[in-house]
């Protein structure tokens, strides 16, 4: 969700903007622009819908050396070539970028921009106003942004141009995430790492309320109240192939083939010398410690979140309650005198989540955040963190991240288990090496899959999918997976419950897709099935090894109970991956949709 770039040294600003931008766009926009500084002053490029329509525009004979860039994702205002960002105060001396939601922005507008004329509705464009206003007052342009940053309310990641100063970027931020990268001779900003690992792979992490004038040579962070601040750079740990799609033809694609190798990642860093899982004795104590866990997670996390929930309680006995992060505020449950709030992200940086996180913390409880990205807000921001190690994930349909999050669920549950006493039969390391290998039949058995996509999903304008116990949590997310990328109407339902209303809906050829991998629910699902079919439904099963029936439509490798959802999510998966190809639809990057969701 919006993004942005900055560059200031020696190469062609426009060009590396432009390549920064392509790696944000997995983060979702519908709209571009780049400003740069040049001989002849500012120049602003914009354009709506994709960079490779804003590279159209830019005049590639501008020199400049310095610039920055924006994708953004429609909040105030709709997508357009006007509220595309940068804005430019009055006298276009100022020039600006911004990712977040400014809250007072009406109110700023009523009290400091009586007689200024805006051109975009959106809420960013009042910041460059007031940073131009505030000049008046004699103030430093330093100041003047530390004033106008210190008067909004919400979040912003921003920076700043001056048409006066082509030697200097003025960046701002608040909840949203942004980082300043350091080169030799050359300094770059980005709201990912990934979208500058083309200049360096050193960078350093902004707090919240903290502004930073970036140079060539130079990176100097302050406070709103101009304080200066040192920080020391990290090294990001990634690869730049890791972000390439490779001979695939699509990232989710990749993705999916790719959750394997990320189970064997997980069980490699989480295993010690003798096999036994390895987590951070801090963990197991707030874990041991806990009388009560709350899960705290949005869409594909949350799923994840609800098999965690079934995880811990049978393995570690603990009460566990999943909760989905925007609701939580409002629907804030009693919570028990000892609790630890598990926040699942695979960004880090979900607004809702972090809004939870904030409120938590302020109360005191401890917090542990499970994320693939462990430099991220929610990391940071946590007592401890667990990291997935699934490597980037760019297309915007979680899928590996979601596998990875269960696979450390498991661990930590079995972990719990094994620091409280309990007695269980379960070899985590030895289920999920099982899990692996049978990721690795299904990803080889593509043509099934897209042949069911193809006869079920083709033409249809909705889908069902129904399951019981964990199958009804993956039949959550197999309906989400559909539901975003190919756009067909899709729900996954508890098999017991459709008949309490939405049986209705069912028609002639209604598709129904049914996951049977669990024995106590098997023969109760089929009958769910028999039920939709005799009122013309057209059933798709969907089951496992041992409990499978010959009209099965596909069966996947016999795992153990508790990891059933690593496996068969992976047909349901693949199903939608091939009903947005069949429908045309833009598998990476679908509608609407951001990966990183960073406003309420
Ligand atoms: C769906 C999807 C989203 C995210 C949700 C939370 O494929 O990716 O539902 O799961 O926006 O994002 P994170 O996990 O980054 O907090």
Not at 4 to 21: C, P
Not at 128 to 146: G, I, P, T, Y
Not at 462 to 468: A, M, S
Request: hydrophobic residues 40%; aromatic residues 8%.
């Amino acid at each position: 969700m919006c993004g942005i770039v900055g560059y200031i040294g020696n190469n062609d600003a426009k060009e590396i903007l432009l390549r920064g931008l392509e790696k944000l766009e997995y983060r979702g926009y519908d709209s571009a622009g780049i400003a740069v500084i040049s001989e002849n002053g500012v120049q602003l490029f914009k354009e709506k819908g994709r960079i490779a329509s804003l590279r159209e525009v830019v005049d590639p004979n501008v020199e400049c050396t310095c610039g920055i860039g924006h994708t953004r994702w429609a909040t105030h205002g709709p997508p357009s070539k006007t509220n595309a960002h940068p804005h430019q105060s009055s006298s276009a001396r100022f020039t600006l970028v911004h990712n977040g939601v400014i809250e007072n922005y009406e109110s700023l507008k009523r009290e400091y921009l009586q007689g200024v004329q805006l051109v975009s509705e959106t809420d960013t464009e009042i910041i460059v106003h007031l940073v131009e206003l505030f000049m008046k007052e004699e103030l430093s342009v330093e100041a003047a942004f530390r004033k106008t940053l210190s008067l909004l309310k919400g979040s912003y990641a921003t920076a700043l141009l001056d048409n006066e100063d082509s030697d200097r970027i003025y960046v701002g931020k608040n909840k949203s995430p942004l980082l300043v990268g350091l080169g030799d001779g050359v300094n770059v900003v980005a709201s990912d790492a990934l979208a500058m690992l083309q200049v360096t792979d050193r960078f350093v992490e902004l707090m919240d309320e903290e502004i930073v004038i970036v140079t060539r040579d130079s990176v100097t962070i302050k406070t709103l109240d101009g304080i200066v601040i040192h920080r020391e750079p990290y090294i990001a740990e990634l690869d730049a192939s890791d972000i390439e799609k490779g001979t695939y033809p699509h990232y989710m694609l990749k993705e999916i083939d790719e959750q394997p190798l990320v189970v064997r990642n997980i069980i490699s860093k989480y295993q010690d010398d003798n096999g036994n899982v390895v987590l951070e004795e801090d963990i197991r104590e707030a874990m041991k410690a806990a009388d009560r866990i709350y899960i705290i997670a949005a869409g594909t996390s949350y799923h994840a979140g609800l098999v965690g929930k079934q995880l811990i309680e049978k393995l570690a006995n603990k009460p566990v309650e999943t909760h989905i992060a925007s609701e939580f505020l409002y629907n804030m449950p009693l919570v028990s005198e000892n609790p630890l709030f598990i926040f699942i992200s695979q960004s880090g940086e979900t607004a809702d989540s972090r809004g939870v996180l904030v409120n938590v913390k302020k109360k005191g409880y401890k917090a542990l955040t499970i994320t693939n990205v462990p430099g991220s807000t929610l990391s940071r921001e946590a007592d401890y963190t667990l990291h997935t190690f699934a490597g980037p994930e760019i297309a915007v349909a979680s899928t590996k991240a979601y596998t990875a999050q269960m696979a450390i669920l498991a661990l930590l549950a079995v972990d719990t288990a094994k620091n409280s006493g309990i007695e269980f039969d379960f070899d985590p390391i030895q289920e999920l090496s099982i899990v692996a290998t049978a990721m690795e039949t299904l990803c080889d058995q593509k043509e099934a899959f897209e042949k069911i996509a193809r006869e079920y999903l083709t033409v249809t304008r909705n889908c069902f999918f129904i399951g019981r116990s964990a199958d009804y949590y993956v039949c959550l997310e197999g309906a989400l997976k559909l539901k975003e990328i190919s756009y067909i109407q899709a729900e996954g339902f508890a098999g017991g419950e459709l008949k309490h209303g939405t049986i209705a809906l069912i028609e002639e050829g209604t598709p129904v897709i049914a996951l049977a991998t669990h024995e106590h629910v098997n023969l109760s699902i089929r009958g769910n099935v028999k039920e939709v079919a005799a009122r013309g439904a057209y059933p798709c099963i969907i089951s496992m090894e041992g409990l499978h029936e010959e009209s099965d439509r596909f069966v996947i490798p016999a795992v153990h109970e508790y990891l059933t959802p690593l496996v068969s999510v992976i047909p349901l998966q693949l199903i939608a991956y091939y009903a947005a190809l069949h429908r045309g639809c833009d598998v990476d990057k679908p509608r609407n949709l951001a990966k990183s969701v960073t406003v309420e």
